[in-house]
């Protein structure tokens, strides 16, 4: 398993692919050229302030997201979190998180571009080695 950034759709596949497979090259030179068996891509959760958030979206519904890419860790810890919070071991007071209110995102067709190119950009004439 191997990850990069940006959507494998349009020009964007081939750039992706190509940068996929010369960075696999550069940490394990002695495989050669390989083939992705499979490839697929998501949105990340990125918020305005680079910040995660919580919410309580309704009564017995909660929400950790916004995670910015680092969704690993950061999920990890809120889920052990809200595990704590369900089993009534700690009050929504006490995460390590505020209750936010949900703010829809400014210009977000116009961001989401911006970064799709510039990661088809980057993955498709940068770190060439």
């Known amino acids: 398993m ?5 959507a494998l759709r349009s ?3 081939a750039a992706h692919r190509g940068w996929g497979r010369r960075a696999l090259a550069k940490l394990f030179p002695a495989l050669g050229r390989l083939d992705f068996e499979h490839e697929w891509y998501g949105w ?11 919410h309580q979206l309704a009564r017995n519904v ?4 916004g995670y910015n890419g680092r969704g ?5 810890v809120f889920g052990r979190e809200l595990a ?11 995460l390590v998180l505020p209750d936010r209110t949900i703010v829809p995102a400014r210009w977000r067709a116009g961001r989401e571009a911006f ?7 980057a993955h498709a004439v940068g770190a060439r080695w």
Do not use: C, M, N
């Open 11 to 13: 020009p964007g596949h």
């Open 44 to 54: 990340i959760g990125t918020t305005a302030d680079a910040l995660p958030r919580f």
């Open 62 to 65: 909660l929400s950790f997201s």
């Open 115 to 121: 970064y799709e190119v510039g990661a088809q950009v």
């Open 72 to 76: 690993i860790g950061t999920g990890t």
């Open 84 to 94: 704590r919070l369900v089993q009534g071991e700690v009050g929504v007071d006490d």
């Open 2 to 6: 191997f990850g990069s950034i940006g």
